[in-house]
């Protein structure tokens, strides 16, 4: 069964005491919460987890509402119907998720527009996947011994407002890791190389530790994290894509590494390996017309 582990750190209203007058100050206003919903009952089973997380810099209650009505429709309409492929339940709580942020900008609420970072991750007990995000929260893939920036690979179209726009489809591996976490959280994970040890971590125990071992610079953060760790029966072959309005593209996917300057595309078969495929059916062919 898959597995989340949340880290809040200094969450609003509950910041740490040991945390510096100056750096709770500048943060007073800083807004971050991630949350994970479980299906409710056997209905409900194949949809699997539902993982949300938001983060907005100098909100105002108003904004704050706003981030919770998101959350509560798309927990409520993901989990509402279900249709006989579990992405279109996504892309539905997705819809009405786009309907309420319209209805803010009718309202006249807009100031929320270019603060707002919000992801919305889905996986099923097959493991299939379903990813979407709203500006720019951090999502990573760790697989097969590598990183790969999965927010790199979903591009917002341009729309008269930021909504979810382009979603990724797909399947991981058992064991393989997905870290969604907020912005300001993603910066100091990188400067602490936290991202190389949670790869090389077999197991959730290896993982909190590896949070123990950086709890003093932890103490001083400010965000939030939720490590998924896949767990069932997946497809050995597979193939993500990224669905749009225009319809779907094979992912392409931005390698971590450093400060993940390097694009590589490694979850399906390259050119090369495409080829080689081709010639030996093509060979295979060659010999079944030869004997007949």
Request: proline content about 5%; aromatic content about 12%.
């Amino acid at each position: 069964m898959t597995k989340v582990l949340e880290y809040h750190f200094n969450p609003p209203f509950r910041r740490n005491s040991q945390v510096p007058v100056w750096l709770k100050k500048k943060n007073q206003n800083y807004y971050f919460d991630g949350l994970c919903f479980k299906p409710a009952g056997l209905r409900e089973k194949p949809l699997g987890l539902l993982c949300l997380l938001a983060e907005m810099a100098d909100t105002d209650p108003e904004e704050t509402a706003i981030i919770s009505g998101l959350v509560k429709i798309i927990q409520r309409e993901y989990y509402r119907f279900f249709y006989p492929n579990p992405t279109d339940c996504f892309k539905w709580a997705l819809e009405q998720g786009n309907r309420f942020l319209s209805r803010q900008i009718k309202n006249n609420n807009v100031n929320w527009l270019s603060k707002l970072n919000f992801a919305a991750f889905a996986i099923r007990p097959n493991l299939s996947i379903n990813l979407a995000k709203i500006n720019d929260p951090a999502i990573l893939l760790f697989t097969n011994g590598e990183i790969f920036d999965l927010a790199q690979s979903l591009t917002q179209e341009s729309a008269p407002f930021k909504s979810f726009s382009n979603t990724i489809e797909g399947e991981v591996q058992n064991n393989d890791k997905i870290l969604i976490l907020s912005r300001k959280l993603f910066e100091t994970f990188d400067e602490e190389e936290m991202f190389r040890w949670l790869l090389s971590a077999k197991s959730q125990r290896a993982a909190k530790d590896v949070f123990k071992q950086k709890k003093d610079t932890l103490r001083h953060s400010f965000g939030v994290c939720l490590l998924v760790r896949a767990k069932g029966q997946s497809n050995p072959f597979r193939l993500m894509r990224r669905s749009s309005g225009s319809g779907q593209s094979t992912a392409k996917y931005t390698r971590l590494a450093g400060k993940m300057t390097s694009r590589r595309a490694r979850l399906f078969p390259g050119p090369l390996q495409t080829i080689l495929l081709l010639l030996i059916l093509a060979s295979l062919a060659f010999i079944v017309w030869r004997m007949f």
